[in-house]
Structure formats: structure tokens, C-alpha cells
């Protein structure tokens, strides 16, 4: 398997459940993200890491939860989320930081928050 | 704070039209520009990736422009197709500090290509 991988594709949660999105990434890339991108709004970074350690942290509610156990995956941890919280979560990796190298994407994990 | 508009937000040409998407953006500052293809419900796709050195890339019928002392770009299709239909999207990765996270995306433009 190649390139971004996300699981699940799909989640439907409600707002006292704990849930939590998977990526993995088969590039051997070396930096790792999360993006969310709510109806009509431009994609808003909210986690970075690079080599297993996070780099940005963009303001994000202490409700989301990353955690990067390897350069090769990455999570999104879930707990009391908000219904303001659906939206498509997209996963990115590069091989270096974005100064050089290309952002390559995941197919996204469309989340609805009841 | 770095601002990315792209025009026109929506484009609805017939089959077999060469079109242009355009892309702004306030702070040239850059190291580069990438122009993705996003298919709805789907993640994004890189298309194109321009370094802040470089005038054009091209890749198959797509070719885009880079002008960063004006603070533009351009996504230039050619013979349009129906599996074209997509949102197109611009990024610019504002030069500075980790790189990591300045990267600006554009709301997108719509792209219909009617047969």
C-alpha cells in the first residue's frame, strides 16, 4: 500500500464519546499532519510533527488530542467534541518541512459530531 | 498575515476549453506554491508544486505560473475534460521560522466541465 492512509473514512460520534482517527503514511516521509476543513472555510492547520516530535501546535481545543507514536503514524485523539466540530479531518505528510518538499494528502475522515 | 484569494470561486466551461484559475496572495514572502485538486467528500491531490526560484511548472495539460513579486499565480488547463470537474486549490508556504506550518490555503475555485 502506498501514499496517506486514513481510517476511519467515516465517524459518527456523539458529544460524550471518546473516540480516535488513524493515519498512516507509506512514503517514508519525515513530517506528519492535521488539517480540518469545515463547509465553505480554507483548510486550517491544527498539528505538526516532525520526527515524532510536534512542532505546531495551531490553538487547537485540548478536546483534540494528537499523538505520534512514529514517524510513520499519527492520531487524533477524540473526547467531548462539540457539534461546531463536524467537518472533513485530513491527514498530510512531507518529506521534509514545507519549505522544499510537497504536502501529499490523505483521503480525509468526515467526522459528525451529534 | 498571509492572505490567499482565488478567483473565481466557481467556473463552468463546456468540454474542450483551455481555462485559467487564479490565485493571490498579499505577502510574497514565499518559499513556494503548490495547486492541489480536491474531489468532493475526498482529500486533496497535488498537481503542482513551484518554488519561490521558478517562473512555471508544467505537468501533462496542466501549467501554472508563479509571478511573487505581484503576489500571483495561475493554473492554466488545457482542452478541458469532464473528469477535470473539481475543486482547485492554492497553497503558498510563507518563508520564515520552522516552515512547517505557514502554509496558507485559498478557498478554491470550483471548476465544472460540462460535456
Known amino acids: 500500500e502506498t501514499g496517506v492512509t486514513q481510517t476511519p473514512r467515516h465517524l459518527v460520534m456523539g458529544m460524550t464519546n471518546k473516540k480516535s482517527l488513524k493515519c498512516e503514511q507509506h512514503?517514508?516521509?519525515?513530517?506528519m499532519y492535521w488539517y480540518k476543513q469545515s463547509a465553505k472555510k480554507p483548510l486550517e492547520l491544527m498539528f505538526v510533527?516532525?520526527?515524532?516530535?510536534?512542532?505546531e501546535n495551531n490553538s487547537v481545543p485540548s478536546r483534540f488530542s494528537p499523538e505520534c507514536p512514529n514517524s510513520s503514524h499519527l492520531f487524533l485523539h477524540l473526547h467531548t467534541l462539540q457539534p461546531e466540530d463536524s467537518a472533513l479531518y485530513l491527514c498530510a505528510s512531507s518529506l521534509r518541512g514545507l519549505a522544499t518538499g510537497e504536502l501529499f494528502f490523505g483521503e480525509g475522515s468526515r467526522l459528525t459530531v451529534l | 498575515k498571509q492572505e490567499v484569494t482565488q478567483i473565481p470561486a466557481a467556473l463552468s466551461v463546456p468540454e474542450g476549453e483551455n481555462l485559467v484559475l487564479n490565485c493571490s496572495f498579499t505577502d510574497s514572502a514565499i518559499y513556494n506554491l503548490q495547486w492541489f485538486r480536491q474531489d468532493p467528500g475526498k482529500g486533496l491531490t497535488s498537481l503542482l508544486l513551484i518554488q519561490s526560484s521558478q517562473r512555471e511548472q508544467t505537468s501533462g495539460r496542466l501549467n501554472a505560473s508563479l509571478d511573487k513579486s505581484s503576489g500571483r499565480s495561475t493554473l492554466y488547463i488545457a482542452a478541458s475534460q469532464p473528469g477535470d470537474s473539481a475543486t482547485y486549490l492554492c497553497a503558498v508556504i510563507l518563508a520564515g521560522g520552522t516552515s512547517y506550518g505557514k502554509l496558507t490555503f485559498g478557498q478554491g475555485t470550483i471548476l465544472t466541465v460540462h460535456p
Open positions: 512514503l517514508g516521509h519525515n513530517a
Open positions: 510533527y516532525s520526527l515524532e516530535e510536534r512542532v
